[in-house]
């Protein structure tokens, strides 16, 4: 690997003692890997250092060494523990030099948003001499561009939020301006709900063999199954039509499960299956606590399709909210089919939504019984005038099971809304 | 930083190239290094590398390099493309030996699920012949310990749930075992949340130098911001002295922003506050759309202190479920102050608990305006028979400003139950 240093080659960094202690799950590492990859990138590198000058500047020189992009994110705070900038200048055999028109640029953002600047956000407009700087729309860290041995360095900031629009700038005027456009190798990505990891790799075991072309990989996580067909074949054109072909193979065999292709999200789904058929919804959730609306919400536009939700946690609340008969609760239990069944309808009901989606379960850690064990979860879901029920059990800790439960409702509104409920 | 290797120094390493694409989010980093930081290691670096035995043996050859003990995860599968073996076996100068008895541990294990043991299999009997065996109880991926150069070297596999008993044990009997009991340095966190990191890094920055011991560290992630203090100092008994003095101080100067210490969330906070106060909570949620109803019944035990939550993203929803007049969402819009106050008024009203908090915002993209642009945010809360008000701006993407004030609203939620509501 260290033999040098190809054209479209690139290593990530991550600046922070939080992340070497393991106290922050650190997401641009891979958010910028993937972004290069779809550039055609080889990405030879993903490496953490702390926050030490002299380490971040040890790091950039040795990923200079190997790459033709290095690109790292965080250590570009107000506080003294953000030393990425004088890392970069060691690295580059630069000096920090003072710029004023940064230091204005910061103090127009306070001003916009209304706070004093702090004194320690002048450190914030030093740079490397020869470094330039990356705008932040939504922060005071700027971005800095550099030169190491021949490699472009660039570092940005830590939150995702402001690190997103500066990366995306880069790509495009910086990487692509001086790499050419390139492409990752042809690939097609089908998301599926409900199946088992083996079941699916049975049902494409073909695909998945050794020097298969397109190849299939399989990944799972949170209940969502990923299958990717990707295909080296030096033609692309071809290699483009073969990974189709297989991708639409792939989604024929999964059937229903299969809820969307490339990035799509299971609620960005969900949305989109409601928008098509025209229907709105509401949710009634007890076990889930808002999450299956939180999913919902979080999809920009949903505001369209999705009328309201009722975190109805308390057995009161079920019955007022919901009109729960409070019998049905005291007969069956709280968390039993009948009374998914009534949230279901009850939530129809007082929202006027063409679809309603019920959960009632024992999220753990305690309440488990014998008979009603942690994970159970009964869902319900009234469509076309007619409620359906179904019983899961799922593993893991109280997180888990919540997600899990809660893209288990959203598959259903996703099938009851494209009429593949019954589908098997 | 490579100024060679002192007693209790790791690295941990990521072998796959799916992780260098950034097609998986990878955890094992992280829950290696913090567990590695618990028994005292100072953690050098965290690195993932792609699936060539060469890429991997010179990143186990660069790390032995600098640290006493380095952990690997991935790439121990049974498919071509797993080669942390080869990889391993190459920098530690050794070679591969078909091992009997491993092949039938895994033909056993085969047998006990009823499957048929794959060919492909057999590679997964192959370990360096001076390398020793760590038992897997949940796959066909045994782990490796080696020793390269004077360092202990030791693979696991990449499935979480297989690697973590196997990191257990290798930590208790390998690296206790040979570096003895050992400790993290002692440090404090303090938790707050509504200050930024500039105006924080002023009020504690004597303690933020170089050379400062105590050292003071601050990290920000969405809204919550975490100041960490630790210490080096050589006498264990002193430096704890010395961490929770500073932990006080830290505290008081934050104030009331401080909602706890250790690794306390918000949510855990505020349940917790509630408890303290034997108040009940119920939320009326729009821009949100749950999201603080979610939080909350994050936490084991909530259903103690949460009553209920709505989320009323409809204007219809606002006055059906908590009497929002529709005129004063006419003349104010669903964004208000006036509104606002109403939800929280309502959602008290209907729900009978003690404490009522709402927000209402543009989470965007769309639907900001220059007098309500994307990020704006009106939270109530009633608290006491009192309805308080609070307008908030905030930055970031669409999932950021949900995020963002949903923690505004816990927090919000906090004081009104501590009392503290009014403490600048």
């Not at 089908?190 to 298969?212: D, K, N, P, Q, Y």
Request: aromatic fraction near 2%.
């Amino acid at each position: 690997m260290a033999a040098g240093r190809d054209e479209r080659t690139a290593v990530v960094l991550s600046v922070g003692e939080e992340l070497l202690a393991g106290d922050i799950r650190d997401t641009n590492r891979e958010e910028v890997a993937a972004a290069l990859r779809e550039l055609g990138f080889d990405v030879r590198g993903l490496r953490t250092v702390g926050d030490g000058a002299e380490e971040i500047a040890e790091a950039v020189t040795a990923a200079a060494a190997r790459a033709s992009v290095v690109i790292l994110t965080g250590g570009l705070g107000p506080t003294e523990d953000d030393r990425t900038r004088h890392g970069l200048a060691r690295a580059a055999s630069d000096e920090l030099v003072f710029d004023e028109e940064e230091l204005g640029r910061i103090a127009d953002l306070f001003a916009r948003v209304g706070r004093a600047m702090s004194e320690s956000n002048r450190v914030q407009a030093y740079r490397p001499s020869r470094a330039r700087w990356i705008e932040n729309r939504h922060g005071t860290a700027a971005g800095l561009r550099a030169e190491v041995a021949g490699a472009l360095v660039v570092a940005l900031p830590g939150p995702p939020f402001e690190m997103r629009p500066m990366l995306a700038e880069v790509l495009l005027e910086d990487v692509v301006g001086r790499f050419g456009p390139g492409a990752a190798p042809p690939r097609v990505k089908v998301r599926a709900h409900g199946l088992s990891e083996s079941i699916v790799g049975e049902r494409v075991r073909e695909f998945m063999g050794e020097g298969a072309d397109p190849r299939v990989g399989i990944t799972v996580s949170g209940g969502i199954l990923t299958v990717t067909a990707t295909s080296h074949a030096a033609d692309r054109a071809s290699a483009e039509r073969a990974v189709e072909a297989v991708g639409r193979t792939v989604a024929e065999r999964l059937g229903p499960n299969v809820y969307g292709r490339g990035d799509v999200t299971l609620e960005e789904a969900t949305v989109a299956s409601l928008r098509r058929a025209g229907m709105t919804c509401a949710t009634a959730e007890s076990c889930t606590g808002g999450l299956v609306a939180s999913l919902l919400t979080r999809v920009p536009g949903s505001s369209d399709v999705f009328l309201e939700g009722c975190v109805t946690y308390s057995n009161a609340a079920k019955s007022a909210r919901l009109g729960v008969p409070a019998e049905t609760i005291e007969r069956h239990g709280a968390v039993s089919e009948e009374v998914a069944r009534a949230m279901a309808e009850g939530i129809v009901r007082t929202s006027g939504a063409s679809v309603g989606v019920s959960l009632t379960g024992v999220a753990g850690p305690g309440g488990g019984t014998a008979e009603k064990p942690v994970g159970l979860v009964w869902l319900g879901l009234r469509v076309d005038g007619v409620t359906h029920a179904r019983r899961i059990v799922l593993p893991g800790d109280r997180e888990t099971v919540q997600l899990r439960a809660a893209r288990a409702a959203l598959d259903l509104v996703r099938r009851g809304a494209s009429g593949t409920l019954g589908v098997r």
